[in-house]
């Protein structure tokens, strides 16, 4: 079988609850050999962002060329990449290495509301970037920057799928935890139908990292050869696990729990023996 290998292009989250350390978390929990290249560094905690050193781009390309190089990859999941300059430098690289199990996070804006993609960078997005992705995963918020639309219900979301899958995203994921309501909807899009993903919604402060984390147990499960489908459903249960057992970290929008997926998981396998 070998080690499954994933890397995560992303910022760096000093409080530990998104970026490449939530990304890392989630790979280990996952069985999968996790690597990170750095975009940016951040200067941040569960009250915000207070600051942010982006990577110069040809770094970045540096620390692509010496993990692929070697060590090789089965799936890259991308979060902040901040600028137009670093996004190009990422899908050149992509690109060059002919990478196909890509997972592309549009992280735009920071739980607090601090901008974590500069706007000549949206272009770049929907040009560059979304045409090489297997997966993107946008939250509502997320999906009206990219696709100009006003998303309030489920068929709001998979009109902006269908965007977004127009623009050459194989798969398409919008996120529904910005919505309202007591249970929440993802939907997943292929290009031809539309699976729907509905769980009760959970009432906590404490959600810092969710996308990041989400999009990372995707990565995973296509790094360990499953479906996008199965990914996707993996990375939904590993998702409400870490938000469902929370661990009060912080003065504000605290982190997920990432040993809770695991934890449950070795729990049921006792009670079942």
């Not at 951040?42 to 390309?61: H, R, S």
């Not at 045409?131 to 993107?136: D, H, K, L, S």
């Not at 939907?187 to 989400?214: K, M, Y």
Request: proline letters at 4%.
């Amino acid at each position: 079988m070998g080690t499954y290998r994933a890397l995560t292009i992303a910022g760096s989250d000093s409080g530990g609850g998104a970026g490449i350390q939530a990304d890392l978390k989630t790979f280990q929990e996952l069985d999968v050999y996790g690597m990170s290249v750095l975009t940016a560094l951040t200067a941040q905690n569960t009250l915000g962002v207070q600051d942010v050193l982006p990577i110069p781009p040809e770094f970045v390309a540096k620390q692509i060329d010496s993990v692929l190089s070697d060590i090789g990859v089965d799936a890259i999941k991308t979060g902040m990449l901040f600028n137009r300059p670093i996004i190009e430098t990422v899908v050149e690289k992509i690109k060059q290495y002919e990478i196909k199990n890509l997972v592309v996070d549009p992280v735009m804006i920071a739980k607090g509301g601090a901008p974590l993609l500069l706007e000549e960078a949206i272009a770049a997005v929907r040009v560059h970037l979304l045409p090489i992705a297997e997966v993107v995963t946008p939250n509502i918020p997320e999906a009206e920057v990219l696709t100009g639309l006003t998303i309030t219900n489920v068929e709001q979301m998979k009109e902006a799928a269908r965007i977004l899958h127009g623009w050459g995203a194989q798969h398409v994921v919008v996120k529904g935890g910005h919505g309202g309501g007591a249970e929440v909807t993802d939907i997943l899009f292929d290009g031809s139908a539309f699976v729907e993903f509905t769980g009760t919604r959970i009432e906590t402060q404490h959600t810092h990292g969710t996308g990041c984390t989400f999009a990372a147990a995707i990565a995973a499960g296509l790094a360990a050869r499953k479906t996008v489908r199965e990914a996707v459903e993996q990375a939904k249960a590993f998702i409400t696990a870490a938000i469902s057992d929370t661990l009060g970290i912080g003065s504000g929008h605290g982190p997920t729990n990432h040993w809770a997926y695991k934890r449950r998981r070795n729990l049921q396998d006792m009670e079942s023996r």
